[in-house]
């Protein structure tokens, strides 16, 4: 899996848009993006992923530049509870089926949401 | 809509004690997973399941044992505790391996004195 890179920390006001980025300059062409984050004391959340193209869902929207080197996750509009570490994580599309990997966490960024 | 739910949420257990923790997920799907997270090491796969009746050691299996009777039940075994297991277990499922994601429950936060 490729390397991410994220910077540690990010503060973002109540209301506002949350742009995190992410770098993963050696992906291959295989490669997803996904986002995940981990509120204190929780699981791991699932928030979105991607290959080529940008895609939104209800949580979340994801940008990826043309040459698949980084990303941004957007939160647009940014509560109090979306204060968590925010994990990018680059992944094959494709492996073996009756195999599996681990899936691996960064350092992540961790988000505060400002009132 | 449960998604994942592992029980018990807590335990403490003394050295040598046994103990098994139960994970269900409600959504179909067919893989799942067993981690344990440290402080500083990020998620390490115990064992992981592609289907009703597999199992499979993931990174770092030992001292863990796995069963998967049902689709929908993945239990994580302990058969002798020790302290070195002391850990929080997240429990995740996928519906497949070729890109789709894991849900996560809210892990099991178990000591072992």
């Known amino acids: 899996d490729a390397k991410t890179t994220q910077p540690p920390s990010m503060d973002c006001a109540e209301g506002r848009a949350a742009n995190l980025p992410c770098n993963h300059s050696?992906?291959?062409?295989?490669?997803?993006v996904y986002w995940y984050r981990q509120i204190h004391s929780q699981g791991p959340q699932y928030i979105i992923h991607?290959?080529?193209n940008n895609e939104t869902n209800e949580m979340a929207s994801l940008i990826i530049t043309e040459d698949r080197k980084s990303s941004t996750l957007i939160l647009p509009h940014a509560t109090l509870r979306d204060t968590a570490v925010y994990y990018c994580?680059?992944?094959?599309?494709?492996?073996?089926?009756?195999?599996?990997?681990?899936?691996?966490f960064g350092s992540g960024t961790q988000l505060t949401v400002l009132p | 809509n449960a998604g994942v739910t592992q029980t018990p949420k807590f335990r403490v257990l003394k050295t040598g004690q046994s103990m098994t923790l139960l994970c269900a997920q409600d959504?179909?799907?067919?893989?799942m997973y067993w981690y344990r997270q440290d402080p500083g090491m990020g998620l390490r796969l115990i064992h992981y399941?592609?289907?009703?009746?597999?199992?499979a050691k993931g990174e770092v299996p030992d001292g863990y044992n796995v069963s998967r009777l049902k689709k929908q039940n993945f239990l994580l075994g302990l058969e002798s505790a020790a302290p070195s297991q002391t850990s929080v277990y997240f429990c995740?499922?996928?519906?497949?391996?070729?890109?789709?994601?894991?849900?996560f429950g809210d892990g099991t936060r178990l000591s072992i004195l």
């Open positions: 995740a499922s996928s519906y497949d391996s070729f890109g789709q994601p894991q849900h």
């Open positions: 050696t992906i291959s062409g295989n490669e997803y």
């Open positions: 991607g290959l080529k």
């Open positions: 994580i680059v992944r094959l599309s494709q492996i073996s089926s009756g195999s599996a990997r681990q899936l691996t």
């Open positions: 959504m179909n799907h067919e893989y």
């Open positions: 399941s592609v289907g009703e009746g597999t199992t």
